[in-house]
């Protein structure tokens, strides 16, 4: 069974204080892993898409880094702006399955002045 | 680009009604999905319809359903509600590439 592991559950940082989430997963065949934001009461927000291990891809104060096992979203200088429920997700390979999305619980980031 | 749009954003329905769900996807995208999100299970996958055909089903009851439209709207049906069926419902769209692109959901409350 496909799983998606999200570490730490909640993170607390100060403006500025750099920090990194982590998304572990083990999955029969790796198409794609993607981050998602989401704040309260509204969808997801799509971020990135990594398909092979040693990817990298930025986007503002954010990047997103792939492994084997795992994945990195790699926050610089956060600002309060940043807070938000981050999700990683994974999409295997197989027939029909391109749409299917497993995600992991997420990590709530708080940002504080 | 409009985003995707899913009416209506709030519902309180009553244990064993049925309720109906409705997303538009992004103009031009013809696969779409339905994800239940709970403080529980988190976000789960429902089914994806792509040129209104089902291409792919999650681990849901049968009184989960759903039927896509020629221009690529969608509906979710979910009969004889419970009490575990209040969540977050959202839909996403995507065109041919992987990426999918959520809607603000529809928040459901079964008393």
């Known amino acids: 069974e496909d799983q998606v592991t999200q570490s730490p559950e909640a993170l607390r940082l100060q403006e500025g204080e750099s920090s990194s989430l982590n998304c572990s997963y083990t999955v029969s065949g790796l198409r794609g892993l993607f981050w998602y934001r989401q704040d309260p009461g509204k969808g997801p927000e799509f971020l990135f898409t990594?398909?092979?291990a040693g990817e990298e891809k930025e986007k503002e104060r954010l990047k997103a880094t792939l492994t084997k096992k795992e994945s990195f979203l790699h926050i610089t200088a956060p600002k309060p702006e940043d807070s938000a429920t981050y999700l990683c997700?994974?999409?295997?390979?197989?027939?029909?399955?391109?749409?299917?999305?497993?995600f992991g619980t997420g990590t709530r980031l708080q940002v504080t002045l | 680009k409009a985003g995707v749009t899913q009416t209506p954003r709030y519902l309180i329905k009553t244990r064993g009604q049925q309720v109906t769900l409705s997303c538009s996807p992004i103009?031009?995208?013809?696969?779409v999905s339905w994800y239940q999100q709970t403080p529980g299970q988190g976000l789960q996958f429902l089914f994806e319809?792509?040129?209104?055909?089902?291409?792919n089903k999650g681990n849901f009851p049968g009184r989960f359903s759903g039927r896509q439209f020629s221009n690529s709207r969608s509906e979710m049906n979910v009969s004889t509600l419970e009490l575990g069926d209040s969540a977050l419902y959202l839909c996403a769209s995507r065109d041919s590439y992987y990426e999918q692109y959520f809607g603000p959901g529809t928040r459901l409350t079964v008393t």
């Open positions: 990594l398909y092979s």
């Open positions: 103009s031009g995208h013809r696969s």
């Open positions: 997700a994974v999409q295997v390979v197989g027939t029909g399955t391109a749409s299917k999305l497993t």
């Open positions: 319809y792509f040129s209104e055909t089902q291409r």
